[in-house]
Each structure stands twice: as structure tokens, then as C-alpha cells.
């Protein structure tokens, strides 16, 4: 096992990591936009709505607000949708270079030794006081 294949899968550990983030944070949004869809249902159509575009305070019919926030949220389904396929794709890879590269095993025996070293540290030192 070459210390380039622990780096290589330390890297796709990394990229699943972000994309981990990057979907937990599209949730979110997804949460806030269903939540806005939800309040703007029951008002009249006419009503005046405010965005916040750039710094600025845009006003929109109710309308025309709640189309745009479906929109998005379509666009937000869609990117999480990707980024989940994604995630898959480098999940499998992940895996799959793991084993081809016996990175498994080394990380099991590293986790033992750490383990050892830790149980050892917890021993008493056979000092009296």
C-alpha cells in the first residue's frame, strides 16, 4: 500500500464529504422555500410581496413571487437529485479503491494499534504517592 493511494483516497473521502454538505445545505433551502410556498398560498394573488435581490428590496405581486419560489424549488429538487447521484457514483469509487488498493486492512491495523496505544495510556504507572 503506497502513501499515494492513501492520498488519492483521502481526496475522495474529502469530495464525499463536501458533497455531503453541499446537499444538507440544498435541504435546507428546499425546507425554507416549501415553507414560504406554504405561507404565500393562502393569500390573495393581488398582495404585495418583498424580496431581498442583491441588497435590494424588490417588490412583487404575490403572484408572481410564488411562481418564481416554485421555480427555485424545482431547480433546488433537481440540483439535490444530482448531487445524491453523484454522491453514489463516488461512494462506488470510493469503495472500489479501497479495495483494489488494500486500504481496508491498513486502516482496520491502524485503528487497532491506536486503540492499543490508548489502553495502554489508561494503565496505572505503578507511582505511589
Given at each position: 500500500m503506497?502513501e499515494q493511494?492513501?492520498q488519492?483516497?483521502?481526496?475522495?473521502?474529502?469530495?464525499?464529504?463536501?458533497?455531503r454538505?453541499?446537499i444538507?445545505e440544498?435541504?435546507?433551502?428546499?425546507?425554507?422555500?416549501?415553507?414560504?410556498?406554504?405561507?404565500?398560498e393562502p393569500?390573495a394573488?393581488?398582495?404585495k410581496?418583498?424580496?431581498?435581490?442583491?441588497g435590494?428590496l424588490?417588490?412583487?405581486p404575490?403572484?408572481?413571487?410564488?411562481?418564481?419560489?416554485?421555480?427555485?424549488l424545482?431547480?433546488?429538487?433537481?440540483?439535490?437529485?444530482r448531487f445524491?447521484a453523484?454522491?453514489?457514483?463516488?461512494?462506488?469509487t470510493?469503495?472500489?479503491?479501497r479495495?483494489?488498493h488494500g486500504?481496508?486492512?491498513?486502516?482496520a491495523?491502524q485503528?487497532?494499534?491506536?486503540?492499543a496505544?490508548?489502553?495502554d495510556s489508561?494503565?496505572?504507572?505503578?507511582?505511589?504517592?
Amino acid at each position: 500500500m503506497s502513501e499515494q493511494a492513501q492520498q488519492q483516497y483521502q481526496q475522495i473521502s474529502q469530495q464525499i464529504g463536501q458533497l455531503r454538505q453541499k446537499i444538507s445545505e440544498l435541504e435546507g433551502e428546499k425546507y425554507e422555500h416549501d415553507l414560504v410556498i406554504k405561507t404565500l398560498e393562502p393569500m390573495a394573488d393581488d398582495r404585495k410581496c418583498f424580496r431581498l435581490i442583491g441588497g435590494v428590496l424588490v417588490e412583487r405581486p404575490k403572484k408572481e413571487a410564488e411562481s418564481a419560489v416554485k421555480n427555485n424549488l424545482e431547480q433546488v429538487i433537481l440540483l439535490i437529485e444530482r448531487f445524491q447521484a453523484e454522491l453514489i457514483d463516488l461512494e462506488k469509487t470510493a469503495i472500489d479503491f479501497r479495495n483494489a488498493h488494500g486500504l481496508a486492512a491498513a486502516q482496520a491495523k491502524q485503528a487497532e494499534e491506536s486503540l492499543a496505544e490508548e489502553e495502554d495510556s489508561k494503565k496505572p504507572a505503578g507511582i505511589l504517592a
